[in-house]
Structure formats: C-alpha cells, structure tokens
C-alpha cells in the first residue's frame, strides 16, 4: 500500500460518467488530480469544484487525446502545475454503433483513435514522468465488450479488446521498472448513455446480468483507486466488474 496524498493523475475523459467518479474518487484520497476533457468545459469545471469543496486539488485541461499535439499540452500542463505524474488512467471513449454493413470509415476510424490510439498518444508521453515515479500506475479502462464482442460494436469491441493485449504487452515491458499496467472491464454501468436506453432494453440488460443490477460508476472508481494504492503485485490483469455476466 502506497500513500496516496501529493500523488498525481491524469484521467482522461475524466469530466463525465465513470471518469468524473474515477476523478473524485482519488481526490477524495488525496490525489491531485488532472481532469481532461474534449469538450464539455462545464462538466469538467463541475468535476473540478466538486473536488474542491471536498478538500482535494484538481485541475481541468481541455485536449483531444486522440491527436499527439494535444497530449504534449496535456503533459505540459500538468507537470507545469504539479511538476509529476504517478497515475495514468485512459478512461476517454466514444461509440459508433452500427452493423458492420452499415458501418462506415470515419464511424470506424473515430473509435479506434479515440480508445485505442489516444491510449498510444498518452502513454508515450507520459511514460518518462511515470518511471521518475516510485509508484508508477497505469489503468487502461477496457470493457466486457472487448471479451465477449457485442452486436453492432465491431468498432467498439475491436478497440476495446486491443487494449486488453496492449496492457499485458506494455505490462511485461515495464515489470522490471516497477510500473504497473493494468485493465479494468466493467460490464452495463449506469451511465448517460444506459440510461438513454428504451427501458425494454435496460430490463433486458438487467435480467441478463446475475446480480440482477447495472453497475454503478463508482464501483469502477474504487477499482481503480485500488490498483493505484494497492496494486504493487498487481500487473498485466483484467479487473472484471460486470456483476458476474462474464465469467
């Protein structure tokens, strides 16, 4: 267990959902914290005094993780504020839902530079900061949908499960250099886009899963406050949150 205050992290797409629990979650333990965002100022700066009522420090940084110029800003800005980087976790993501028939370049391209290159673009960037750590800790959040592959989500379940095989890849390469690498895959989590769902949809969901519940964003959050304070012995993994709907 490492001691978690004046620690710093980026959490990318951390304004909204699972990445502003993720964002407040470690705040509320004493992370500073770097909330990214590509477009929503609001509900970043919403994410941001939140944390600071609580106590905590965080800023927000507005960049498209998915182009290589904007992360170099990302990075400068956070070390220009903070002058570190223990924590990186790549939690930005988009869908493009579509039947394969239907499914054109650009919904293709979109979504895997958004899930799977900007997790490229961030760690390289990064990497050289995260090895000055003595807890460096990387959390690449994946998805169910990357195990078990998802109707009208070829897009989407090829990025996510890309990112499955980079994170044991990149987590044997930096083994030896006391970095962790690790992915979360959480199941139907109660988010924004669940909740657009037609209810008939969500009932269906819902009877699917064992426990009979969606997920909530902040049992994703506390899995990644784990691997972060706890996680030393812990590399190459796949923490499976998804109420027992893969097994």
């Known amino acids: 267990m490492i001691e978690l205050t004046d620690k710093v992290a980026i959490v990318t797409g951390g304004s909204r959902g699972i990445g502003s629990a ?5 705040a509320k333990n004493g992370v500073k914290v770097v909330v990214n965002y590509r477009s929503d100022v609001d509900a970043a700066n919403h994410v941001v005094e939140e944390v600071k ?6 800023i927000a940084v507005k960049a498209d993780v998915s182009h290589s110029e904007d992360v170099s800003e990302l990075i400068e800005t956070t070390l220009s504020k903070f002058g570190q980087i223990d924590f990186l976790i790549n939690n930005a993501g988009i869908t493009k839902d579509r039947t394969f028939k239907k499914l054109s370049r650009e919904d293709w391209d979109q979504v895997i530079n958004v899930n799977l290159n900007s997790v490229y673009n961030t760690i390289s960037a990064a990497l ?4 000055e750590s003595e807890s460096g800790r990387i959390v690449n959040i994946s998805s169910i949908i990357g195990q078990t592959g998802g109707f009208g989500q070829t897009n989407y379940s090829a990025a996510k499960a890309g990112l499955i095989g980079y994170t044991k890849s990149l987590a044997l390469e930096l083994a030896r250099k006391q970095v962790t690498v690790n992915a979360v895959c959480p199941g139907f989590i109660e988010t924004e886009m669940v909740q657009e769902m037609p209810d008939k949809v969500r009932e269906q969901i819902i ?6 519940r ?18 030393e012995y812990i590399t190459g993994q796949q923490l499976n949150i ?3 709907l893969y097994m």
């Open 128 to 131: 050289p900061y995260l090895l």
């Open 53 to 58: 009522v609580a106590g905590g420090e965080a």
């Open 242 to 244: 998804n109420g027992g």
């Open 22 to 26: 993720i964002s407040s979650e470690l």
């Open 214 to 231: 969606l997920g909530q964003a902040q049992e994703i959050a506390r899995s990644v406050l784990f691997l972060c304070k706890d996680g």
């Open 207 to 212: 009877a699917s899963v064992p426990v009979q």
